[in-house]
């Protein structure tokens, strides 16, 4: 009864977020991992839902071990309020829609009805949290979006400053600038810092470059800043070069292989001088104590671990070599469905990543359970933020949350 009562406690005084543009649950599950609990998981795709419900038991309002279920709410985010939350949430994350940045798609952006930044900053102006977290795809740095960034970046720091009726957006941009640069801003504002991230540098076994928004309101002291991560491709080369990497993983020594810019690193390196960091994890270590997959899901032990036919390679799809970290895993909504969501071997050949195995490169928990065909799970897992990269990004959000409230 005192365990139970002191987690009851613990869920009690526990930081209160929100999940917009949930997905599969990889951004969710890194920030509850940090300390975050969702009061409310907003997400309009049903296998998206079937999947967060299955794993978090808001369908029934079971209760999974020590967890709270999540409230799983299955809608358009333009529909759903917040008001009701107004004051009461220290958190607001999520990632919205990225189509209209990426660099696989037709690059609208502003044009783009996909575009769901104005429901992320709806949703903090309504609840006026603490804190938010949003991410979104490399692509929205580039050159031809930098000034839609950078609207979206200074609507994100006066939330409160909304667009007039029939104003575009380049009039409501010069009306933030001008209010961003005044002396006299009494209505809710935040404190902004944007990041592109590698989550291979923060030891995910994938190349996959992300910009976080973390924003902080005005009342809290944060002083934020994210690091640098500690892992690095020089420190993999040297283990490969030098270390213990291929006699631990028992790789025979026609299939040790070096590519592109390893190969490159490895001419540079030497054996007196080991690098400080902790090596990338590489596709190999992620997935190097599962079987091979099953032909079918009722003869495999191993959940979501089906073998999947038909990989070839192709102009400029050749799947993730086994002994770096994968490329970034594809949702599959750019004309090519799949098609770098192979695993490639140092002899050439390829076969798609199951299901379970692309969890374990997004660093999903194995006990996750993905609902849909093939396909539709690796949209999920396509769109995914990588939950340790969440939960690092979470963890330094809420160390300054708690350090603004000793201080």
């Known amino acids: 009864m005192r365990k139970v009562l002191n987690r009851l406690s613990a869920r009690s005084n526990a930081r209160k977020s929100l999940e917009l543009f949930a997905g599969a649950g990889g951004l969710g599950i890194g920030l509850a991992s940090a300390g975050f609990v969702p009061q409310l998981v907003v997400e309009h795709d049903k296998w998206c839902c079937d999947?967060?419900?299955?794993?978090?038991?808001?369908?029934?309002?079971?209760?999974?071990?020590?967890?709270?279920?999540?409230?799983?709410?299955?809608?358009?985010v333009r529909q759903v309020s917040f008001v009701q939350y107004e004051g009461k949430i220290d958190l607001v994350s999520g990632g919205p829609p990225c189509q209209p940045f990426s660099l696989g798609g037709q690059h609208r952006a502003f044009d783009d009805a996909r575009d769901m930044f104005p429901q992320a900053i709806r949703a903090v102006r309504e609840t006026r949290p603490r804190?938010?977290?949003?991410?979104?795809?490399?692509?929205?740095?580039?050159?031809?979006?930098?000034?839609?960034?950078?609207?979206?970046?200074?609507?994100?720091?006066?939330?409160?400053?909304?667009?007039?009726?029939?104003?575009?957006?380049?009039?409501?941009?010069?009306?933030?600038?001008?209010?961003?640069?005044?002396t006299h801003r009494p209505?809710?504002?935040?404190?902004?810092?944007?990041?592109?991230?590698?989550?291979?540098?923060?030891?995910?076994?994938?190349?996959?470059?992300?910009?976080?928004?973390?924003?902080?309101?005005?009342?809290?002291?944060?002083?934020?800043?994210?690091?640098?991560?500690?892992?690095?491709?020089?420190?993999?080369?040297?283990?490969?070069?030098?270390?213990?990497?291929?006699?631990?993983h028992r790789v025979a020594k026609s299939a040790r292989v070096l590519e592109g810019r390893a190969l490159q690193l490895s001419r540079r390196l030497s054996r007196d001088e080991k690098p400080s960091s902790s090596p990338w994890r590489t596709t190999r270590d992620a997935i190097c104590n599962l079987s091979e997959p099953a032909k079918s899901e009722t003869s495999s032990s191993i959940l979501n671990h089906r073998y999947q036919p038909n990989a070839r390679i192709y102009p400029g799809h050749t799947g993730s070599y086994i002994d770096e970290p994968s490329k970034t895993l594809k949702a599959g909504v750019h004309g090519v469905p799949g098609g770098e969501n192979m695993l490639r071997r140092a002899d050439g050949s390829v076969r798609y990543f199951t299901v379970r195995e692309a969890a374990r490169i997004q660093t999903f928990p194995d006990a996750y359970k993905f609902h849909g065909a093939w396909s539709e799970c690796m949209r999920q897992l396509g769109n995914a933020v990588p939950a340790e990269l969440a939960r690092l990004v979470g963890k330094s959000v809420a160390a300054r949350l708690d350090d603004s409230e000793l201080a």
């Open 187 to 248: 209505d809710l504002h935040y404190q902004v810092v944007t990041k592109l991230l590698n989550s291979a540098n923060y030891g995910v076994p994938q190349r996959r470059e992300r910009v976080i928004f973390v924003g902080f309101r005005d009342d809290v002291d944060a002083r934020w800043s994210f690091a640098q991560g500690d892992n690095t491709q020089e420190a993999l080369v040297w283990d490969q070069l030098f270390g213990t990497y291929w006699d631990r």
């Open 51 to 76: 999947t967060l419900r299955d794993n978090h038991g808001a369908l029934c309002g079971e209760q999974k071990g020590d967890e709270l279920p999540w409230r799983v709410v299955q809608d358009d």
């Open 131 to 182: 804190a938010f977290i949003f991410e979104n795809v490399k692509g929205l740095t580039r050159s031809a979006f930098l000034p839609y960034f950078e609207y979206v970046k200074l609507q994100l720091e006066h939330p409160g400053m909304t667009s007039k009726p029939s104003e575009s957006w380049q009039e409501h941009l010069r009306r933030l600038e001008q209010h961003h640069t005044s």
